[in-house]
């Protein structure tokens, strides 16, 4: 069983910088695909980006929107991932979540919420 909890969000400064933390106190993350979203006001969930877990040499894939802002990095022994973000603007602000699933994931329909079973309640980021 997948238990997700993100943690790190905050109230920056446009041009700051956030780490978010998404920690599984279920099952073992080796053999998940790990994706992060975010969801703005009224707006359905966007990925920004999923890393699989399961690969040493797995490159975390992102959305055009946070190329070169964002990186996603994972500690597999403390079960977290983490989204570490960069130049951060007002277009920014959003719920950050963390989800998972129990599969390879490569291609970029993993940046669709759809494709996770396993969800975190979230954590506010604003950019201000």
């Known amino acids: 069983d997948v238990q997700l909890v993100e943690s790190g969000g905050d109230s920056v400064q446009p041009g700051g910088s956030l780490t978010l933390s998404c920690v599984n106190s279920?099952?073992?993350?080796?053999?998940?695909?790990m994706g992060w979203f975010r969801q703005f006001p009224g707006k359905e969930r966007e990925g920004v980006g999923f890393?699989?877990?399961?690969?040493?040499?797995?490159?975390?894939k992102y959305a055009d929107s946070v190329k070169g802002r964002f990186t996603i990095s994972k500690d597999n022994a403390k079960r977290t991932v983490y989204l570490q973000m960069n130049s951060l603007v007002p277009e920014d602000t959003a719920m950050y979540s963390c989800?998972?699933?129990?599969?390879?994931?490569?291609?970029?329909?993993?940046?669709?919420?759809?494709?996770?079973?396993?969800w975190g309640p979230g954590t506010q980021v604003t950019v201000s």
């Open positions: 890393v699989y877990a399961g690969d040493s040499d797995s490159e975390p």
């Open positions: 989800a998972a699933r129990r599969a390879i994931c490569r291609d970029p329909s993993w940046l669709r919420p759809a494709r996770y079973t396993s």
């Open positions: 279920g099952d073992t993350l080796p053999s998940h695909c």
